[in-house]
């Protein structure tokens, strides 16, 4: 079975940086994946992580320990509009069976 | 192109009324999902297919069926509606290629209530 953990909720600034973690437990890994949600919309892809190390897509990077089942997403200059539901992912050995976390739901201040 | 469609957008139903939800993509996606997603939840995968003719459980299967008789079609039955079922319910598909199947694309969602 796969699980995985992801704080309730943060707060931050505008302007600031925010890391929101993510640890799982899988009977097989594939990778790690992040999505955004704003309220009432469909999730849409922002990273994927399938070896250690960290992406970088404008922003937004995303981090992945595989020897520590562990992974964030790391959002720079936060703006108003990066409020939103953040969820991690994962597939089990069988590929293609994507597995999400429960979310971390950011609120940016002014 | 459109993506992933979902029809209905939202749906009443009484206890025990049956319903299919219907998706259809036009990216030539072999992987497709049903998820369904409770208030301030997370999202459940209910049924998952890797292409036309074969279908897979995910983790919340029971009440619903799927069928998948052409790539581009993933309906999902609901036989006898149950106020459990009460969810926000998401297609999504995804090309089976390996550095791409975990890029998943989603349709707009179905607000289903059950009463």
């Known amino acids: 079975g796969q699980s995985l953990e992801q704080p309730s909720e943060v707060t931050a600034v505008e302007g600031a940086i925010v890391q929101m973690n993510c640890t799982y437990q899988t009977s097989g890994f594939y990778g790690l994946s992040w999505y955004q949600q704003h309220d009432g919309g469909a999730p849409t892809f922002l990273s994927y992580?399938?070896?250690?190390g960290l992406e970088e897509t404008g922003r937004f990077s995303s981090f992945l320990s595989r020897s520590d089942s562990y992974g964030y997403l790391l959002l720079q200059e936060l703006q108003m509009k990066d409020s939103a539901s953040y969820f991690c992912a994962v597939s089990d050995n069988q590929g293609g069976k994507l597995i999400f976390g429960q979310g971390t739901e950011l609120s940016v201040k002014p | 192109n459109a993506g992933v469609t979902q029809t209905p957008k939202f749906r009443i139903l009484k206890i025990g009324q049956s319903m299919t939800l219907q998706c259809a993509q036009d990216m030539n996606h072999n992987y497709m999902y049903w998820y369904r997603q409770d208030p301030g939840m997370g999202l459940k995968l209910i049924y998952y297919s890797v292409g036309a003719g074969i279908t897979d459980k995910g983790e919340v299967p029971n009440g619903y069926n799927v069928s998948r008789s052409t790539t581009e079609d993933f309906p999902l039955r609901l036989e006898l509606a149950a106020p459990s079922q009460t969810s926000v319910y998401f297609c999504?598909?995804?090309?089976?290629?390996?550095?791409?199947?975990?890029?998943?694309?989603f349709g707009s969602g179905t607000q289903l209530s059950v009463l």
């Open positions: 992580n399938a070896l250690d």
């Open positions: 999504a598909s995804s090309s089976p290629d390996r550095s791409t199947n975990e890029k998943l694309f």
